[in-house]
């Protein structure tokens, strides 16, 4: 089946500092891929979309500046937190898609902020 | 707006129970409908998907339904296992892109 690869799968960095998360789709090109951010015992909320080669879609309430998203080719999107602070601490999961076919999901990068 | 909401939010059962875990949605018009398995700090692994012209799917021991007119999907676990504890995630496939609309899960624990 299609594989996502996303890595880190765990980081804890001071605050300030600013983390880039990769997801990768080693099996097949991914059209658009999806960023969602999970809180405990809360459902994941889907963050932004991206499309290969054009600028994401940040969902309402999601700082575009922060959260900076780069999908530069069929197989890689980054997620950068810029300025990270202790309230960004959370599990993020990546999932990329061939033009709607069902989503693949990586395993997803738990972020600490100390 | 898209609302899921998924009962119970945990069930604990003894191993080899038949099992039915609920989810409603509050809007009809969906593309399809999935259900994901969450195991403590991992990504998600897709277990069955329901297209919105679809009754019903299976694979193995899993049997999840879509009722669009009620806004209600269950997925039934036979014989349940031990391995089969997990998080139990529904979510709804509507947007043009493909994105998904998740409800917040049913935590499982299957006792052996």
């Known amino acids: 089946g299609a594989v996502v690869s996303q890595h880190p799968s765990w980081v804890i960095c001071k605050s300030g500092t600013s983390v880039k998360i990769e997801c990768r789709s080693l099996?097949?090109?991914?059209?658009?891929m999806f960023w969602y951010r999970q809180f405990p015992k809360q459902s994941l909320m889907l963050m932004a979309t991206?499309?290969?080669?054009?600028?994401?879609?940040?969902e309402q309430g999601v700082e575009k500046d922060k959260f900076l998203i780069n999908h530069a080719s069929l197989t890689l999107s980054t997620l950068t937190v810029t300025s990270a602070h202790p309230e960004d601490s959370s599990f993020y999961i990546c999932?990329?898609?061939?033009?709607?076919?069902?989503?693949?999901f990586g395993d997803g990068t738990r972020l600490s902020i100390l | 707006k898209q609302e899921v909401t998924q009962i119970p939010a945990a069930l604990s059962v003894p191993e080899g129970e038949n099992l039915v875990l609920n989810c409603s949605f509050t809007?009809?018009?969906?593309?399809?409908l999935q259900w994901f398995r969450q195991d403590p700090g991992k990504g998600l692994t897709s277990l069955l998907l329901?297209?919105?012209?679809?009754r019903e799917q299976t694979s193995g021991r899993l049997n999840a339904s879509l009722d669009k007119s009620s806004g209600r999907s269950t997925l039934y676990i036979a014989a349940s296992q031990p391995g089969d504890s997990a998080t139990y995630l529904c979510?709804?496939?509507?947007?043009?892109?493909?994105?998904?609309?998740f409800g917040k899960g049913t935590k499982l624990s299957v006792k052996p």
């Open positions: 809007d009809s018009a969906i593309y399809n």
């Open positions: 979510a709804l496939g509507g947007g043009s892109q493909g994105n998904l609309i």
């Open positions: 999932s990329a898609s061939d033009f709607n076919q069902p989503q693949h």
């Open positions: 991206s499309n290969e080669g054009s600028k994401a879609t940040y």
């Open positions: 329901i297209q919105s012209s679809q």
């Open positions: 099996d097949f090109q991914a059209t658009t």
